[in-house]
């Protein structure tokens, strides 16, 4: 009886575990399929774009659209892209510094206050953007910063989720490691760099890439500081493909497929730190 008990148990777990793993490989398909899809008809030819029913893969892989829009003068994708990576880095690194260290005064200092400051970082994490909209185009037509890529930048120096984010990671660490650093004579700044920083990795990989991420599809507020062509970041780029090739879906697939590469890139890189966020919240 016991053997035929522990039988049954046994299948029934191989047959759970195995009904987990195809409920996860057809999620792992049906999320990656669209973007397969694109990948493979950016390289069909325009008569095979516009065939039906159309093909799934193309009969005769080309890259003459990746071509066309690397090559065309009158396409900067080159500047447009390397101004979308500089506004994405210096958010994500202004964001990462500004988030942690206000988290770790939250979390580990007493003042007067200190309830109500974080209260109003709360509240701000809740205001749609679009109520900021005017108070923030204001704020850039005084400082001059109109049609430059500063304008995406300082109105975003401060994250209110970063700083809630980081101070709940920060509440965890014992304060003992930062009382016996000061008896040994560490400034408050040491603290936070030697420290507390280097405890950070996961929760700050995830805000970098959620920040990084944000950043580069962002496009309404772009749309409204930038005018000159050779200032628009990727998401412009991709709308006016859009309008100007709304004949040529080759254009606009291949046009789409370089502005997910770097996406995809910071997140095989940082995805171990992700997972380690993901892993150390749950045991908290």
């Known amino acids: 009886m016991a053997t035929a008990s522990r039988k049954k148990t046994s299948v029934g777990f191989i047959l759970g575990k195995s009904g987990a793993y195809a409920i996860l490989i057809l999620g792992l398909i049906g999320t990656l399929l669209p973007f397969f899809y694109i990948m493979v008809s950016s390289l069909k030819t325009t008569a095979e774009l516009r065939q039906t029913p159309p093909d799934f893969f193309p009969k005769q892989a080309t890259f003459e659209h990746y071509t066309t829009i690397l090559t065309d003068e009158k396409i900067p994708i080159v500047q447009n892209l390397g101004n979308s990576i500089f506004v994405s880095l210096m958010r994500v690194v202004i964001t990462l510094f500004t988030s942690s260290f206000a988290g770790y005064i939250f979390a580990k200092y007493h003042f007067k206050g200190k309830n109500l400051a974080f209260g109003v970082i709360l509240i701000q994490i809740m205001i749609p953007f679009q109520v900021v909209m005017i108070p923030n185009y204001l704020l850039v037509v005084k400082l001059g910063l109109i049609d430059s890529l500063w304008a995406l930048i300082i109105p975003s120096f401060i994250d209110a989720y970063g700083i ?52 580069w599809n962002d496009y309404l507020w772009p749309l409204i500081v930038l005018t000159s062509p050779e200032k628009r970041t990727i998401p412009l780029l991709v709308v006016w493909f859009q309008t100007a090739h709304v004949s040529n879906q080759g254009l606009i697939l291949a046009a789409s497929i370089l502005t997910l590469l770097p996406i995809f890139i910071v997140y095989i890189f940082l995805q171990r730190w992700i997972v380690d966020q993901a892993t150390s919240s749950a045991f908290k």
């Open 164 to 215: 809630f984010m980081m101070k709940q990671f920060i509440e965890a660490m014992p304060s003992e490691l930062m009382d016996a650093a000061r008896i040994d004579g560490a400034s408050e700044f040491g603290i936070y760099s030697r420290i507390i920083l280097p405890q950070m990795g996961p929760p700050l990989a995830s805000l970098g890439i959620f920040t990084f991420m944000f950043t």
